[in-house]
């Protein structure tokens, strides 16, 4: 993996395993966190877990099939997307209003953004 779609590809594992992580087998979750969140190589993590580089590549690419199996399933990460896009624009938009309604209206759109982040942080 090289340049952008290596950072894109990054971000949505990590993204991904941020919903799903804890229903992945304890393997599969250290074999992502190693190579996705500490950039360890196949094999430095074969080295460390005492199998092949080709069994590391497999168990990475099968929970990676799995994550996007429940996302498929479930779509989390795209609420999550969504949310945070809507969240996005109803703050432009609270700017563009009179100093009276943009406080409370600021200050509910910060409590959803809170209870979005909550939420991501108990998953």
Do not use: C
Request: glycine share 8%.
């Amino acid at each position: 993996m090289h340049g952008d779609n290596a950072l894109a590809k990054t971000n949505r594992v990590n993204m991904l395993f941020d919903f799903y992580g804890p229903l992945l087998t304890e393997k599969q979750q250290t074999f992502l966190k190693y190579y996705f969140h500490d950039d360890y190589s196949l094999g430095e993590i074969a080295a460390d877990a005492g199998v092949s580089r080709q069994a590391v590549y497999e168990h990475l690419k099968r929970a990676e099939q799995v994550l996007e199996s429940y996302e498929r399933k479930l779509g989390l990460v795209s609420r999550h997307d969504r949310l945070q896009e809507g969240l996005d624009r109803l703050e432009r938009e609270i700017g563009g209003l009179p100093d009276e309604w943009r406080r409370m209206l600021a200050e509910t759109a910060a409590l959803l953004r809170g209870s979005e982040e909550e939420g991501n942080e108990r998953e």
